[in-house]
């Protein structure tokens, strides 16, 4: 009996480090899966403006006085703007998952924080008809501990992804309170996620459609970029949606976290 008992715990020993083994091996194989897909993303991203640079610039240098100069210099401005965002997005990125990211914390208005970036953008949701505005409840914080500079560059991201996605209607933000947080809600009428995307849409380089959002240019960090910058400030992120009808992402931000607490990096999530 004795022995049996010890060559079964023995088995099960030697199956559990098998165990344990094969299963080192599976995450192995999935992160160099997921450098290779991330190395085949970015020189996709690299490849397709850096193409269209060097063709419009032999196209110049063969015949300066084509009459197409004026598309081929908006093609090679567009490119270049491109290639800018994605370099600055990938940089975010490595800083943000190499600890080096600073968040700033300090109190801010975060309606003044708001009405900068929709002023900002309501020329660009105007050029497509679109009517972009705030609507305020009257328990939105008028203070609040935050990065302003990382607040901004959340809201242009959702802001700029709800006109980019959007045809007709309206975009809202909206700002209310809920308990202790701020919530913010970007509010569109475009053409909505897909259910089963609602979540991955926030890892790196996830589209929905990639022939689809090839067509409206852009890098699939944004998203991933936002939801660290929201947690990395103990808040959280999330999207619901109607095929057709239109997406809403929310995010919530606390409004007391303390500067000390705030500006701690290993603030978790609630
Ligand atoms: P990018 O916009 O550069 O592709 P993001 O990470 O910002 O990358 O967004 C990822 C994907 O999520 C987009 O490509 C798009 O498919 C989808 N998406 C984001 N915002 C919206 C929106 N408001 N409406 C519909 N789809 C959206």
């Not at 600055?88 to 300090?106: C, P, T, V, W, Y």
């Not at 569109?188 to 380089?205: R, T």
Request: glycine share 6%; proline share 3%.
């Amino acid at each position: 009996g004795v022995i049996l008992f010890i060559l079964y715990s023995r088995i099960k020993l030697i199956n559990h480090q098998k165990k344990r083994i094969e299963e080192e091996k599976n995450r192995a194989e999935q992160s160099e899966r997921y450098v290779e897909q991330f190395l085949t993303n970015i020189s996709h991203e690299i490849r397709t403006p850096m193409h269209a640079i060097s063709g419009m610039v032999n196209a110049l240098l063969r015949n300066p006085d084509s009459e197409f100069k004026q598309e081929y210099l908006e093609v090679m401005r567009i490119s270049s703007d491109n290639l800018l965002v994605l370099l600055n997005d990938m940089l975010d990125l490595a800083k943000i998952e190499s600890g080096k990211i600073q968040i700033i914390s300090e109190e801010i208005k975060p309606l003044q924080v708001a009405t900068g970036v929709v002023n900002l953008l309501k020329f660009k949701a105007s050029e497509k008809g679109l009517d972009l505005g705030i609507d305020v409840s009257e328990d939105f914080p008028e203070t609040m501990v935050s990065d302003p500079a990382r607040l901004t560059q959340v809201l242009i991201n959702l802001i700029g992804n709800a006109i980019k996605f959007t045809d007709k209607g309206q975009i809202r933000l909206r700002l209310s309170r809920e308990n202790d947080w701020a919530r913010f809600e970007i509010v569109d009428s475009g053409m909505g996620i897909p259910a089963e995307k609602l979540q991955v849409i926030f890892d790196s380089f996830e589209q929905v459609d990639q022939v689809r959002t090839r067509e409206y240019g852009g890098t699939g960090l944004g998203l991933s970029i936002s939801k660290k910058l929201i947690e990395l400030q103990g808040g959280r992120i999330w999207a619901e949606s109607e095929l057709g009808k239109g997406s809403t992402f929310i995010f919530e931000l606390p409004i007391h976290s303390s500067l000390a607490e705030a500006s701690n990096p290993n603030l978790k999530p609630h």
